[in-house]
Structure formats: C-alpha cells, structure tokens
C-alpha cells in the first residue's frame, strides 16, 4: 500500500496509522492515495466493520509538506486544480461514500490538511495533547481538504469562519465543548478507549450500522419528507435480512447477537 500507513485488523476494526512520525505525519499524495486504498480494502471486507484512522508518534498530522509550496513550485491554476482534485481531496471524497463508521483517534496535532483528515471522519475522539487549527489563511491559501464544508456543520457558521479566519488553535478541552470531538481522554488511554467505542459498534449488525450512516448523512442534504421517504425503505431492507431477526430473539435470551452481515 505504502510505508507511510500501516494497516491492521483485529476483532472486526481497521485501524489505519499515518506513519510519519519524523514529520508529525505530514502527508504525502503516495499517503493519500494509500488512505483511498485503504478504505476501498475496508468498504469489501466482511471481517471489517469499524475503522479508526490515527497517526503515529506525537501528532495525529501536521497536514501537507510546504516542502512542495512557494514560489518554486508549479503555480499555474489548472496544475493547482488538478492536484487537489485527484490527490488532497480523494479523501474525503471516498470517506464520504463510505458505509461503515470511521472514527478519528486524534492523538497529538492535527493541522491544516490533517484537521481536514480529521473532519472527513464520522466521529473524533482525541487525546489530552491535541490541538486543532486551520492554518492556510497563514501561508494564503484555503481548506482545500474539506475543512471548509465540514467544519461549519460541526460547530456552526459563525464559529467555523473565526477558526478559518484567524488560524487559531484549540485545545482538546475546547473542541470538546464546541462539538469538534465526541470525547477527549488521557493520551495513554486513546487507543484503548477508542478501541472500547469501535467494539461496541462493531458488535451491531452490520447492515443496521451501514443504513443508520447512509440516512443521516442523506437526511443533512435533503428535506423531512424525502428522508422520511428513504429511511422507510432502508428499513424495510433491514427487516428483511437474518440479522433483525437475531437481533429480536438476542434481546429476549438476553445474550450477544451472532450477525452475518444482512
């Protein structure tokens, strides 16, 4: 796939690890194509129901390399634009047609275009160290990672616009309170509380977890009738699978659901 990401399956969850460390993750397109990949293996594994993207060492990714950035590099628009098209934004574009939940363990920085990683992910859960900022007003450019349709629906217009205007940074408290991350957790408990989180969704059936994303993520871009309409049908493909009915007859023997998938 690529050295810079390790990839490992244990009890039904994925974790991808940006593996950089020399370099807070700073990513690479070889990375980001490394990620699509990733996740395109996940999307077709029955044995992968949750997936956790993180980084290794003390950052979760410090964004691109500004290696490549300045008045040396290629500048001309349409060499610009089909860079983000095809390389910074294949990310969250395939993390937005991907089914099965996807949780950023955040365990150190995550800035610029690694906040953008961050916020293409379903659910954030971060460490004590880590902080959060869009930084591109500060070089002259824009979120060109998501972070500019993401963040506003996190923590609302208002806010997102200060936090792309001034660069600043939050800390882990903060982003707590704003509705950035779902949980923060001392830095040597994240993985092993991220991990709890994932196994409990992973012990759900499958199909439900898959249709419950699908229907929100459809019902932030439409409106109360054609959601409604929608998750009608997702339901009744849900009852219809094995799995609903194990489901019912766990409940009442009180005891763990056994789950093919469907």
Known sequence: MTDFLSFDVTSGIATLTMNRPERLNAFTDEMLRGLVAA?????????????????AGRAFSSGGDIGGMGAEADRRPHVTKTHIWNEIQAFPKRAARFEKPLIAAVNGPAIGGGMDL???????????????????????????GGG???????????????LLWTADFLDAATALEIGLVNHVFPDDELMAETIKLATRIAAMPPLSIRLIKRTVNQSLET???????????????????????????????KREGKYVGY
């Open 39 to 55: 996740l395109d293996e996940c999307e077709s594994r029955d044995d992968v129901h949750v997936v956790i993207l993180t980084g």
């Open 118 to 144: 961050a916020l293409a992910c379903d659910i954030r859960i971060a460490g004590a160290s880590a902080r959060f900022a869009e930084t591109y007003a500060k070089i002259g450019l824009l979120p060109g």
């Open 148 to 162: 500019a349709f993401f963040l506003p629906r996190l923590v609302g217009k208002a806010r997102a616009l200060e």
């Open 223 to 253: 409106d109360l009738a054609t959601a409604l309409d929608l998750v009608s049908s997702h339901i009744a493909v849900a009852r219809a699978g094995e799995d609903h009915v194990e489901a019912i007859e766990a409940f009442r023997a």
